[in-house]
């Protein structure tokens, strides 16, 4: 997708601070962080929501909730973390390529706004 920010992050047309990164995956910091830990995880194939993933993104959603409990270890969250997806005009999702965030190093207030 040529106007996505997330893919253009994947292919390193704009710069951030990455985390991790693997053939499917990107991990790198939230640019307005919303706790001490703020990440994003994404995969690099361009899906536009958790509501446009289909049955043949069955494995990679799994290697993307694994990856995260793996980054969250290397991002120092053995006290426990969030992982939040915005999905839609109601999850007031932004940017429209499928992302988790990643958050920590503070107590996460319940439910929020
Ligand atoms: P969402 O509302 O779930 O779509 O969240 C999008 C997130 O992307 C927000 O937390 C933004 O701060 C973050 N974001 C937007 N642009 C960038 C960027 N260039 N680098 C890192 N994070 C970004
Ligand atoms: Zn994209």
């Not at 910091?29 to 703020?38: G, K, L, S, T």
Request: proline fraction near 5%.
């Amino acid at each position: 997708m040529s106007d996505c920010i997330f893919c253009k992050i994947a292919e390193r047309e704009i710069p951030a601070k990455i985390v991790y990164e693997d053939d499917k995956v990107l991990c790198f910091h939230d640019i307005n962080p919303q706790a001490p830990v703020h990440a994003l995880l994404i995969p690099k194939k361009h899906v536009a929501s958790m509501d446009d993933l289909n049955d043949e993104d069955r494995e990679l959603m799994g290697h993307v909730v694994l990856k995260i409990k793996e980054i969250a270890k290397t991002l120092g969250l053995e006290n426990g973390y969030r992982v939040v997806n915005n999905c839609g005009e109601d999850g007031m999702q932004e940017v429209k390529h499928f992302h988790f965030h990643i958050l920590g190093k503070r107590q996460m207030l319940w439910p929020p706004g």
